[in-house]
């Protein structure tokens, strides 16, 4: 079954190489607590906020040899109350087990968006 798996950071500068290196720990963490294999996942789609325009964040994929994964950029929307200078993923990919069974990863100051969904060891679940 496919499975969106929800994952978020935040970087201190609009710095193209910040942003690369805060995604690829990203999505390797959610890759890691998920158990996947890049083979299973489907596509990603990320979100910059307004603040954020240095790279495309989905090019962190690419560097750590996610080649074939369908990939896409996105611009999260402008709220007054949203948290700044913040990376979005949702990853879909084939997994196995329930909804309830996904680990969603939120880092740095990100980990305010779902805290209704954070365990003991800072991954959500």
């Known amino acids: 079954m496919i499975r969106g798996i929800r994952g978020a950071t935040t970087v201190e500068h ?3 190489q910040e942003i690369l290196n805060h995604t690829k720990e990203l999505l390797l963490e959610m890759a890691d607590r998920n158990r996947l294999d890049p083979e299973n996942i489907s596509s990603i789609c990320f979100t910059l906020t307004p603040d954020l325009h240095a790279t495309f964040p989905a ?9 074939y994964v369908p ?3 996105m611009r999260e929307l402008d709220v007054p109350h949203g948290l700044a200078m913040t990376i979005r993923v949702l990853m879909h990919a084939e997994m196995a087990g329930s909804q309830a069974s996904v680990t969603h990863v939120y880092r ?5 968006l779902r805290e209704d969904l954070l365990r003991e060891d800072g991954a959500a679940g």
């Open 59 to 67: 090019e962190a994929a690419r560097l750590i040899g996610w080649r």
């Open 14 to 16: 609009d710095d193209g």
């Open 108 to 112: 740095e100051r990100a980990t305010v």
């Open 71 to 73: 990939v896409i950029c």
